[in-house]
Structure formats: C-alpha cells, structure tokens
C-alpha cells in the first residue's frame, strides 16, 4: 500500500519560510500529477498547488508568488517551498496525487505565528 508521509512542517513567524517534503513508498510520482493540499480544522481540504509529470507547476492564487512545488521523481520525493508566510497559511499540509488517488498521510502542521 502506497504510504504518503509529509516532513518539513514547524512554527515559524510572519514573512517565514519552510521547506516541505513529501516522500511516497511505492514508485507513484513517475506516472502522476502531485499535489500539496492543506487542511484547517473543520474546514474542507483545499489544494495549494500542483505539478504535472513534467514538471509543469501550478498554485492557487492566495499564494502565488509565494509557494514553489517542485518533484524529484528519482527519490519520490515532491517539495513545497513556502515564502512569505502569512498567518493565514497555519494549516496541516498534505500531499497527494493530483487529483488525490491514495490514502491520506498524517500531514505536517504549519502555524504561522503574528
């Protein structure tokens, strides 16, 4: 069974950066898009941002210019780099395929603190 397991997360102060890691048991990243989605408590997961097989990479617009997702498919491994932290990004971050297709991970808290 394909295990997703998220690292990277922390508490980090207004206009902070982290790096988020992803790893996956199981070659799944080589045949899929992948995603970083995050989650507050209560509310629906939401996707942050995604990038195709090819590298093609996409975020919604809350923070574009802020949040780079990168892959290194060789070590099953997708990044999310995150600039400029906001208080509204504390939420658990999650990776999946694009659209999800696994069982979630635990997820990795992010609290961005003012």
């Known amino acids: 069974q394909v295990q997703l397991v998220e690292s990277g997360g922390g508490l980090v102060q207004v206009g902070g950066s982290l790096r988020l890691s992803c790893v996956a048991a199981?070659?799944?990243?080589?045949?899929?898009?992948m995603g970083w989605y995050r989650q507050v408590s209560g509310e629906q997961r939401e996707v942050v941002a995604t990038i195709t097989r090819s590298g093609t990479a996409n975020s919604v617009d809350s923070v574009e210019g802020r949040f780079t997702i990168s892959r290194d498919s060789a070590k099953n491994t997708v990044f999310l780099q995150m600039n400029n932290l906001k208080p509204e990004d504390t939420r658990v971050y999650y990776c999946?395929?694009?659209?999800?297709?696994?069982?979630w991970g635990q997820g990795t808290q992010v609290t961005v603190s003012s």
């Open positions: 999946n395929t694009f659209p999800p297709g696994f069982p």
């Open positions: 199981g070659n799944i990243f080589s045949r899929n898009a």
